[in-house]
Nanobody, 115 residues
Framework: QVQLAESGGGSVQAGGSLTLSCSFS????????MGWYRQAPGKQRDLVAR???????TYANSVKGRFTISRDMREKTIHLGVNSRKPEDTAVYYC?????????WGQGTQVTVSA
């Protein structure tokens, strides 16, 4: 089992910066992907950014150049740095860890961007 806990959400004005953090615990060595998803009201949960199994990163087109994913494996933590936030970035952001047969989620953290 893997447990995830997000922190760092809140309300910001458009153009502002914010950093989300996610702490992992448990059997993290089993994880192939580690990353962030988000879900806006009335919409499906979509990938924002993630680390792939080979260490490369994948970003959603809508956040390329504005969001940066990073990680500290010694601290078992990943971060999502966000610059130039837009109102359409308002969503609940979920930390995710995917193993071969299991998908683990954090409880989510709300981010609200005002114009």
């Amino acid at each position: 089992q893997v447990q995830l806990a997000e922190s760092g959400g809140g309300s910001v004005q458009a153009g502002g910066s914010l950093t989300l953090s996610c702490s992992f615990s448990g059997n993290i060595i089993s994880l192939i992907y580690m990353g962030w998803y988000r879900q806006a009201p009335g919409k499906q949960r979509d990938l924002v950014a993630r680390f792939n199994g080979d260490g490369s990163t994948t970003y959603a087109n809508s956040v390329k150049g504005r969001f940066t994913i990073s990680r500290d494996m010694r601290e078992k933590t990943i971060h999502l740095g966000v610059n130039s936030r837009k109102p359409e970035d308002t969503a609940v952001y979920y930390c995710n860890g995917r193993a071969r047969y299991h998908n683990f989620w954090g409880q989510g953290t709300q981010v609200t961007v005002s114009a």
